[in-house]
């Protein structure tokens, strides 16, 4: 039980809920909980657990190459506790609406395809990665239909997001070495570094320019946001002075601070 339990990676389905929570109270623009925000938690979570089985399963043979590997063999049973999630997830989306049950879909079919037919296109997969916990936003917005401002701040956690993948694939180099293709080994580490540097950047403006347009309000929205941009700047600091660990844990913290600056913005 405890496998499989670990397997979930529940701190990262706890963030998807997080983020499915922030789309609802952005679309809602108050704090509120009720059941069918519950609901679309429970599935965001259930979805990303899913997509992490899936993705140890095949990553298998790169994470004994990295020793950390969370089982010795291929187990099929891992595909069908993967399958039982996506389903579960998918399937309690319609008892929200016809546009959560997409979003759901098309999640878990990304989620899918990033660990089965991406393994060799990781510079691609990056972006599947990103789009999917970006669209944790959208989703929680789904709830209520209210679709105002979330793009643009589904924008800005893409391009973070995003950032945050390829400084992973920095560090994952060697493990990916011969079986991903990953955009280290397309480029250059200063044109990484570059790359890193001009998402983060983008991310930030976006975020700001939400605020410019009066769809988030108040000073806490643009603090905060100014927060995560000092936080994404010190990981691409760490980043170029190769301390790739750091620099993730870093852009993590700027994404939960930018989280909150979400939240803050309808105070």
Known sequence: MNKYL????????IISMFGVFTGYSIAQKAFTFNLELFIGMIAAFLITGAGNVINDYYDLE???KLNKAIQ?????????????????????????NIHAVVIAIAVSVLLI?????????????????ALGTALTLIYGASIIQNYDSIFILAGSALLANAAREIIKDTEDLRGDS???TTLPMLLD???????VLLLYSLAIILAAWAWVLGFMQGPYYILLILAAGILF???????????????????????????????GGIL
């Not at 670990?6 to 389905?13: A, D, E, K």
């Not at 595909?79 to 999630?85: H, N, P, Q, R, T």
């Not at 393994?119 to 691609?124: D, H, M, P, S, V």
């Open 113 to 129: 395809a990033y660990s089965t037919i991406m393994q060799k296109y990781k510079f691609l997969g990056n972006w599947v990665v």
């Open 72 to 96: 010795q063999t291929k187990d099929k049973k891992l595909l069908v506790y993967s399958g039982i999630l996506f389903a579960t997830g998918i399937l309690i989306s319609f008892l929200l």
């Open 178 to 180: 011969g079986i991903k």
């Open 62 to 64: 790169i994470d004994k």
């Open 233 to 263: 700047f010190n990981s691409w600091k760490f980043l170029r002075g190769k301390k790739f660990k750091t620099a993730q844990q870093y852009s993590k913290y700027g994404m939960i601070v930018a989280l909150l600056a979400f939240l």
């Open 189 to 195: 580490f200063g044109a990484i570094k570059s790359i």
């Open 6 to 13: 670990s397997l979930l990676r529940p701190l990262n389905g």
